[in-house]
C-alpha cells in the first residue's frame, strides 16, 4: 500500500473529514470540478463567506474556523488547506511574520504601542499544472476591502486596517491561475515552507506572555472585531500618520 502523501493528509488543524467541513464539501460539489475550478471555488467561499475577523488564537481547526464564520491569515489559511486537500488538491503553509503596522486602524490606538512588533503571518502555496501558486489574497473579504478602496482612494498603497498592497485600487485578489495577495507589502521575515499549519505553530508562537495573551483572548480582540465590524459597515476610523479616510461605504453583509 504507497504512503499518504503529506500534503494530502487530515491533520489535528487541517481536520477536513471532520463531519462539517465533509458537508460542505459535499453540498457544494466542489469534488466533481476540474482542478481550476475546485481551488477557485474553495478560495472564493473562503475569501469572501469566511469573513475578516479575529479568532481565539492562531492555531485552531478549521473546522473552528468554519463554525466562527470569520478569521485571520493564518487561520481562515487553515480552512482553505483543509478544502483543498478535501478535494484532493496538493497544498502547504509557508510562514512569515509581518510588520504590526499593518494592523494600526484595526488594533485600538489605546493597546497598539503594546502589541508586538512582529505578528505572525502566512499564506498557503498550492500546486496546480503550472506549479506552486501563492495564495493570499483571501485574507479580507470583499466587503471589507471595498470599504478600503473607496476610503483611500487618493493612494494606492496601503499598510494598514488589515492590508499591505501598492495596488489598493486593484489588489491581486482574485483566483485566475495566478499568485494572490493582500497583504504582502507587511512582510518582515520569511520562515519557509512547512507541509502543515501544524508543523509552523510546533515551532513558532506569537510571543505575547501570559497576561497580554489572556487580554487578547477575552477582551482585546474582541475589541478588534468590533473595529472590524465598524469599518465594514464604512466607518473608518481616522489614525495618526494615515491620510484622513474620504468616503464612507455602507455594506454590512458580513459580521465578524
Not at 481536520?15 to 460542505?24: E, G, R, T, V, Y
Not at 478569521?71 to 483543498?84: D, F, H, R, V, Y
Not at 489574497?137 to 492590508?163: E, H
Request: hydrophobic letters at 35%; charged letters at 25%.
Amino acid at each position: 500500500m504507497p504512503d499518504q502523501d503529506p500534503l494530502l493528509e487530515p491533520t489535528r488543524l487541517v481536520d477536513f473529514q471532520s463531519p462539517s467541513i465533509a458537508k460542505l464539501i459535499q453540498d457544494h460539489g466542489w469534488a466533481d470540478l476540474d482542478e481550476h475550478e475546485r481551488i477557485g471555488a474553495v478560495y472564493d467561499f473562503v475569501r469572501n463567506e469566511i469573513a475578516f475577523g479575529y479568532n481565539r488564537e492562531d492555531d485552531i481547526p478549521a473546522s473552528e474556523v468554519l463554525e466562527d464564520g470569520y478569521g485571520q491569515c493564518n487561520t481562515k489559511g487553515t480552512l482553505l488547506m483543509a478544502l483543498l486537500r478535501g478535494v484532493d488538491i496538493r497544498c502547504r503553509f509557508h510562514g512569515f511574520a509581518i510588520h504590526k503596522e499593518l494592523q494600526r486602524g484595526v488594533v485600538p490606538e489605546l493597546v497598539y504601542p503594546v502589541a508586538p512588533k512582529e505578528i505572525l503571518h502566512s499564506w498557503v502555496e498550492v500546486e496546480t499544472e503550472r506549479g506552486w501558486v501563492n495564495l493570499e489574497g483571501f485574507i479580507l473579504d470583499q466587503s471589507f476591502l471595498k470599504v478600503l478602496q473607496s476610503s483611500f482612494s487618493s493612494s494606492d498603497s496601503l499598510c494598514g486596517y488589515g492590508a499591505g498592497t501598492e495596488s489598493l485600487s486593484t489588489p491581486p485578489v482574485t483566483w485566475t491561475g495566478d499568485d494572490t495577495y493582500i497583504q504582502k507589502t507587511g512582510i518582515a521575515r520569511d520562515y519557509g515552507t512547512f507541509d502543515t499549519p501544524d508543523a509552523f505553530f510546533g515551532q513558532h508562537r506569537q510571543a505575547l506572555g501570559v497576561v497580554r495573551e489572556f487580554l487578547y483572548r477575552h477582551v482585546i480582540r474582541h475589541w478588534m472585531n468590533a473595529r472590524v465590524r465598524s469599518i465594514r459597515a464604512g466607518h473608518v476610523p481616522a489614525i495618526p500618520g494615515f491620510a484622513k479616510p474620504n468616503h464612507r461605504h455602507q455594506d454590512t453583509s458580513h459580521a465578524a
